[in-house]
Nanobody
Framework: QVQLVESGGRLVQAGGSVRLSCAAP????????AAWFRQASGKEREFVAA????????VQPDAMKGRFTISRDNAKNTVYLQMNSLKPEDTAIYYC????????????????WGQGTQVTVSS
């Protein structure tokens, strides 16, 4: 079992930046590919970014490229999501997910999920 703990969500003004963290206190996160998803109120969960176990490969939807960056520090057992130039439509709960094999864009293949962290972007 892998416990994932997200942090860093907050209220921010449009145009601002937020960095989310996803830690795995009791596991070796480098054994797992990881991803970020988000879910806005009343909408389906949306893929944001994924990263391979080594961090050498990342995957993002085109709409997320340029503003959002996923990274990881395996020495710290942590995955990050740097979000810049935030817009009100980025308001959502952001979830970290992990799976033992390769990174993927589909939420259902991920085995482990954090509890989510709220990001609210005011206009």
């Amino acid at each position: 079992q892998v416990q994932l703990v997200e942090s860093g969500g907050r209220l921010v003004q449009a145009g601002g930046s937020v960095r989310l963290s996803c830690a795995a206190p009791s596991s070796t996160l480098s054994d797992y590919a990881a991803a970020w998803f988000r879910q806005a109120s009343g909408k389906e969960r949306e893929f944001v970014a994924a990263i391979s176990r080594s961090g050498g490969r990342t995957v993002q939807p085109d709409a997320m490229k340029g503003r959002f960056t996923i990274s990881r520090d395996n020495a710290k057992n942590t995955v990050y999501l740097q979000m810049n130039s935030l817009k009100p439509e980025d308001t959502a709960i952001y979830y970290c997910a992990a799976r033992f094999l390769t990174a993927d864009v589909v939420a259902t293949v991920y085995d482990y999920w954090g509890q989510g962290t709220q990001v609210t972007v005011s206009s």
